[in-house]
C-alpha cells in the first residue's frame, strides 16, 4: 500500500468511526492492515486524547505477547466452552 494511500484508509477509518461511535475489531497482529490501523489509533490518541474509539483485538493465546505474564497476574487463566471446542476441531 502506498503512503497516500495508507494516509487516506487511516484517515477514513477514524473518521468514520468516530462519526458513527462504532467498534474497530482486529486480529491483534501487527502485521498488515491491523498494523496500520494499530498506527492511525495510537496517532488518534496522541493529537486527540479526549476522543475516544474502541478498539478490540482478537488474536489465539499463544499469539499475546508476554502471554504468559497473564497468566501471572491474574493466577490462572480461564477458556470458555467454545475456545474448547475450537480446539477440539480445528480447521
Known sequence: MSDRLEEKFCNAIIHVTQQSSAWLLTN???VGISHVVGQALHKVRLTHPGKDIIAIAIAK???I???????ELTGQVKTSDAQDRLQEYPN
Open 28 to 30: 491483534g497482529l501487527d
Open 61 to 63: 493465546y499463544g499469539c
Open 65 to 71: 505477547m508476554n502471554y504468559s505474564r497473564l497468566k
